[in-house]
């Protein structure tokens, strides 16, 4: 399995137009739909007094629906099946501060037209903005290799810790162009 690029939006849109805007542009969404046999883990969080849950579910809108009716409960749900060309996982991250973090995850290497393994950097920074457009997120990041957050404050933290990995790619990335 190869490392990926986990691009993250941070948005206060938690709602299904939202989430739908989002699962449709980067998926095929009705071929996403069945989820039979999955389940929904809500791992335990002593910040927020949770234990941890298991929840059986047949339907991504299930999930959705879960996730809409519980704003306290964080929980992330992966999909890498049925998605858009260059995408190879979908993150849908329910915070426990009642917000979603919307995710893609992207190879971090790719074949150029010319036969060449180049950083895929470029990509990541692209859907990092088709995120924050499409989802209204307040705040984005794109991380490697790295779990979705389980509230703002946790993201904020993140952004941070990312920040010069960000810087550092852009740096050698203007020095190819």
């Known amino acids: 399995m190869p490392p990926y690029y986990d691009i993250y939006g941070l948005s206060r849109h938690r709602n299904k137009k939202t989430i739908e805007k989002f699962l449709s542009y980067f998926s095929i969404r009705g071929d996403i739909e069945n989820r039979e046999e999955e389940e929904i883990t809500v791992h335990k969080n002593e910040k927020y007094n949770i234990k941890e849950t298991w929840t059986s579910i047949n ?28 995408v190879n996982n979908i993150i849908l991250k329910f915070t426990f501060d009642g917000k979603i973090i919307f995710g893609i995850s992207v190879e971090e290497k790719r074949i150029s037209d010319n036969g060449k393994l180049i950083d895929n950097y470029d990509k990541a920074l692209e859907i990092e903005k088709t995120i924050a457009e499409l989802t209204n997120s307040t705040k984005t990041s794109i991380q490697f290799e790295y779990a979705p957050s389980d509230d703002e404050e946790e993201f904020d933290s993140d952004i941070e810790m990312w920040r010069t990995m960000n810087e550092e790619k852009r740096k050698i990335i203007s020095t190819y162009r």
């Open 59 to 86: 339907s991504l809108t299930e999930v959705i629906d879960f996730g809409l009716e519980n704003k306290t409960l964080g929980f992330a749900f992966y999909i890498s099946n049925h998605l858009k060309e260059g």
